[in-house]
């Protein structure tokens, strides 16, 4: 999985939690990050859609983990 979307993905998910204004500008630029991860191919669609998906779950069980 990229990396690079994930820590995106996690860091705009944990922004949401917070503010949910700089949450969505964080999600449409983790997004952007990711599409341009595709287009210079350094990962495949595959990749970007896992690394955005494991950011997400990993922000939230944390959020989940440490608010309780």
Do not use: E, Q, W
């Not at 705009?12 to 700089?22: C, E, G, N, R, T």
């Amino acid at each position: 999985p990229s990396g690079h979307t994930a820590t995106a993905m996690s860091l705009s998910v944990s922004l949401y939690f917070a503010s949910h204004i700089l949450g969505t500008i964080g999600f449409i630029l983790a997004i952007v990050l990711g599409l341009s991860r595709i287009i210079v191919k350094v990962h495949s669609v595959a990749d970007v859609v896992l690394g955005g998906l494991l950011g997400i779950v990993v922000s939230i069980v944390l959020n989940k983990l440490l608010i309780s």
